[in-house]
């Protein structure tokens, strides 16, 4: 049921819609909650990734949604590839969510820029406040 909203409210207007600045108050709610869950059960105890993985099929959803954009809409994702999608994509919601929250001003992710990592490292250079969660997931030798 959720999957369906999601196709009729945002996936239908196209790939930028998934990006966490255009989601609205309520979409950007519901994902950084998936985000939360996501984190939580693939980064625990200083393990930097569990061997399998677990991701709402919203967050996947949205990752493909903007991985179909990149490759021409041929999307032929592995494993490990989808896991470094997913984790970008729920720093990058989650950045999102507490710029808004603390009125920071952030420049947004672009479909060009959102898997990319040193827009994170950068983020952090600006605002340190967001080096703790590149550090739970190991982001920081990657």
Not at 16 to 22: D, F, H, I, M, R
Not at 25 to 30: A, I, K, S, V
Not at 52 to 57: H, K, L, N, R, S
Not at 97 to 104: D, E, L, N, P, S
Request: aromatic residues 6%; charged residues 30%; glycine residues 4%.
């Amino acid at each position: 049921m959720l999957l369906s909203k999601l196709g009729n409210e945002i996936l239908s207007r196209g790939p930028e819609a998934v990006l966490p600045q255009n989601l609205s108050p309520e979409w950007l709610g519901r994902i950084q909650k998936m985000a939360d869950e996501f984190l939580d059960t693939n980064f625990e105890g200083g393990d930097c990734r569990k061997v399998d993985f677990t991701a709402d099929p919203v967050l996947s959803a949205c990752v493909l949604e903007i991985l179909r954009h990149l490759k021409d809409g041929k999307v032929d994702v592995q494993e490990k590839e989808m896991f470094e999608k997913l984790t970008l994509y729920v720093l990058s919601v989650t950045v999102e969510t507490v710029a808004k929250q603390k009125a920071i001003d952030l420049e947004p992710p672009t479909l060009a820029t959102i898997f990319d990592k040193r827009r994170l490292r950068e983020i952090v250079k600006i605002r340190p406040e967001f080096e703790p969660i590149i550090k739970i997931i190991c982001m920081d030798g990657a």
